[in-house]
């Protein structure tokens, strides 16, 4: 009799116990080894169950974001660790692992604000300025870019990509003047560099300043007379009134027309340059 009585007593316990609703600290407890076991469904699965009776917890909705970004679903990883960042601002790992998911789906100016609170609570935010600005370059954001290739210019004066970078930026920003003397700068500091005379006659091409990017043109080209560099000058001088100079184009568009099949079409240039050559005879 006391032995079927402990036997009744067991099974009830046992019932009850298989029967309860799981809490949502075990339910994580079990979604953490699912994900350490590499089954990030299985856990995703214990998660949803968690989050039911926890919405708002913050370990929860992290674990969530972390199964979606190893299984490489960074679009579902953003849009919850962008809730827990709402919910939980100024959180080091929410905002590290925010981060990578910006990076990942290109949500740029969500990523330069993980950046910065990464500097706010205890990181160096020099250790930011290079990504910040190459973020912002991506998101056309010209004035941030200005701002923090500026920075990293002061920290790293000899890097020339910096100063491209910034010249990039100042174009950006509507203010192309600013570019100008940055490539001016950068010209005295590294030499009459080829990438820097092309970008300093794009530049003038952008300012309207004909003459100065012909004469930037024909410095680069006596450098460095690649066919693409040859196609910038023939431009140049096919925009010039000067009947001198639109002859002169014709005449490279010309040479230029076989080398440049592969990139650059210029029958339709030619074709117009007859035209307004024709027109002036």
Wanted: aromatic share 10%; proline share 1%.
């Amino acid at each position: 009799m006391k032995n079927i009585l402990l036997t009744v007593i067991f099974s009830s316990i046992l019932f009850c116990s298989c029967g309860r609703e799981k809490s949502a600290e075990e339910l994580l407890t079990l979604a953490n080894q699912s994900y350490n076991t590499g089954d990030y469904q299985e856990a995703r699965k214990y998660l949803a169950e968690a989050i039911k009776l926890k919405p708002s917890d913050k370990e929860i909705i992290f674990q969530i974001s972390k199964t979606y970004a190893a299984e490489n679903m960074f679009d579902s990883a953003f849009a919850h660790l962008s809730r827990a960042d709402k919910l939980y601002p100024n959180d080091r790992q929410i905002n590290q692992l925010l981060h990578e998911a910006c990076v990942k789906t290109e949500h740029w100016q969500a990523a330069i604000n993980a950046l910065l609170v990464l500097g706010q609570i205890g990181d160096s935010i020099e250790h930011y300025y290079r990504q910040i600005g190459e973020y912002a370059l991506k998101d056309s954001a010209g004035h941030i870019a200005y701002f923090y290739y500026g920075k990293l210019i002061e920290l790293e004066p000899d890097s020339l990509s910096h100063y491209l970078n910034l010249s990039e930026a100042g174009i950006l920003s509507g203010e192309p003047q600013n570019s100008l003397e940055v490539l001016k700068a950068a010209l005295k500091r590294f030499g009459d560099q080829s990438v820097l005379l092309f970008e300093l006659g794009r530049l003038y091409g952008v300012l309207g300043n004909l003459t100065e990017a012909e004469k930037t043109y024909r410095l680069l080209v006596s450098k460095d007379n690649s066919a693409v560099n040859q196609l910038q000058l023939a431009t140049v001088l096919a925009l010039q009134d000067k009947r001198a100079k639109k002859e002169e184009a014709y005449t490279m568009f010309q040479k230029l027309r076989l080398e440049t099949a592969n990139f650059a079409r210029v029958d339709s240039i030619l074709q117009v340059l007859e035209k307004e050559l024709s027109v002036r005879q």
